[in-house]
C-alpha cells in the first residue's frame, strides 16, 4: 500500500530533550516536505526537500533540522525543544512534476 | 496579510443543503490551485485540483477567478460525510504549496 508513515504518533516530552520524528514512504517520491498545523493559522512549512542531499528551508524553519540520506526518509530532529513547538506536524511527499501531496497521518508533539 | 485567505467557519448546514466556500490569494503569480479535505485530527487529502476553465467532479464544483484571485468550492446535496475541513492551497509557480487556515463545514441530519 502507498504510504506516508510518521513516528511516533503521539509523544510529550519536556523543554530542551532532544527528539526525531520519523517520515518515510514507499512511493519512490522526490519530493518531501514538513509542515506543522497549528490553529487559525493551517499549514506552514518547516523544510523542504527536492531530492538525497538536498534540502531547503521553508517559512518556519527555526528551531528544526532536517536530513535526507535516503530517499525514502526524511527525519525531523528538534535538538532543544520549547514549548512554542507544540504542535501538530505533518510530512509530506510528492513525485517530481506532480502537484499533489500525500500526507502522514501526524504526529501531535507536546512540550512541557 | 496571508497569502491564502478563508472563512473559517463554521459553516453548520442540514443535509442536502448546499454551501459555498470562498477563499482569496495574494500571490498573483501562483499557477495552481487545489481543494484539500481534512478530517479531524486526520491528513489533509487531495479532494479536487482548480482548473481556469472550473471543474466539477459529482456534487463537488471548483471556480477560479484569476483577475479576483479567488477560488471557490461549491458543494451541493450535502452529506454528513462531508463534514470535515476544506483547505484552499495555491501554488505559486516555482515554489511550493501555500494552505489557508481551513473552513470547517459541519453537516447535520
Known amino acids: ?112 | 496579510r496571508k497569502e491564502v485567505e478563508q472563512d473559517p467557519g463554521p459553516f453548520n448546514v442540514p443535509e442536502g443543503a448546499t454551501v459555498a466556500f470562498n477563499c482569496t490569494y495574494s500571490n498573483s503569480a501562483s499557477q495552481s490551485f487545489f481543494w484539500y479535505r481534512q478530517d479531524c485530527r486526520k491528513e489533509p487529502k487531495l479532494l479536487m485540483s482548480v482548473y481556469s476553465s472550473g471543474n466539477e467532479d459529482g456534487r463537488f464544483t471548483a471556480q477560479l477567478n484569476r483577475a479576483s484571485q479567488y477560488i471557490s468550492l461549491l458543494i451541493r446535496d450535502s452529506k454528513l460525510s462531508d463534514s470535515a475541513t476544506y483547505l484552499c492551497v495555491v501554488k505559486p509557480f516555482q515554489d511550493d504549496m501555500r494552505f489557508g487556515a481551513g473552513t470547517r463545514l459541519t453537516v447535520k441530519p
Open chain 1, 1 to 112: 500500500e502507498a504510504q506516508v508513515t510518521q513516528n511516533p504518533r503521539y509523544l510529550i516530552t519536556v523543554t530542551g530533550k532532544k527528539l526525531t520524528v520519523t517520515c518515510s514512504q514507499n512511493m519512490n517520491h522526490e519530493y518531501m516536505s514538513w509542515y506543522r498545523q497549528d490553529p487559525g493559522l493551517g499549514l506552514r512549512q518547516i523544510y523542504y526537500s527536492m531530492n538525497v542531499e538536498v534540502t531547503d528551508k521553508g517559512d518556519v524553519p527555526e528551531g528544526y533540522k532536517v536530513s535526507r540520506k535516503e530517499k525514502r526518509n526524511f527525519p525531523l530532529i528538534l535538538e532543544s525543544p520549547s514549548p512554542n513547538q507544540t504542535s501538530l506536524y505533518f510530512c509530506a511527499s510528492s513525485s517530481a512534476g506532480r502537484d499533489e501531496q500525500y500526507f502522514g497521518p501526524g504526529t501531535r508533539l507536546t512540550v512541557t
